[in-house]
């Protein structure tokens, strides 16, 4: 059903819960895994004449840590599923869009309910929703555990 699964993480409890399921999926279907994420644009901070300095080295150490993050997830992914297909995609830009442009080629798209920006997303809009308005490609959202038990 699915050739190619896009997750997108940000080291997020809520992400990485996303990447088990999309790993799931992508066993049962025999598709290739695509993780995704992505280095938002800062604004420029000026500070006596560094702004753009500050902001690319800020940029730069998230691009770090995102590189950091999917040789470790690829690892701990490939423990268990050594013939899996993975791919990393590590790009710039608005979440939302990039992710929009990374699925040309995916059959679904694996999404957590919530990333590192839960203040940001409740006051900018939420990636996830705005990916599942901008995409044609389905779009599953996976909660967390936390907010799907029921008494």
């Known amino acids: ?16 819960y996303a990447l ?17 994420s992505v280095v938002e644009d800062l604004p420029t901070i000026y500070t006596a004449g560094a702004g753009t300095v500050v902001r690319d080295k800020l940029q730069e150490s998230i691009k770090e840590k995102y590189q950091k993050l999917h040789q470790e997830q690829i690892e701990r992914v490939k423990e268990d599923h050594p013939k899996m297909e993975i791919i990393s995609d590590i790009r710039e830009g608005k979440p939302s869009h990039q992710i929009k442009n990374a699925s040309a080629t995916s059959d679904l ?6 990333g590192q920006g839960a203040v ?32």
Request: charged residues 20%; contains cysteine.
């Open 1 to 16: 059903m699915f050739n190619e699964i896009l997750v997108a993480i940000d080291g997020s409890e809520s992400s990485i």
């Open 20 to 36: 088990e399921y999309a790993v799931k999926m992508a066993t049962q279907n025999k598709a290739k895994l695509r993780i995704l």
């Open 109 to 114: 798209i694996v999404i957590g309910h919530r």
């Open 120 to 151: 940001l997303s409740w006051v900018l809009g939420s990636v996830a929703r705005e990916v599942t308005e901008q995409c044609t490609v389905p779009v599953l959202i996976v909660k967390d555990l936390d907010h799907c038990n029921i008494s």
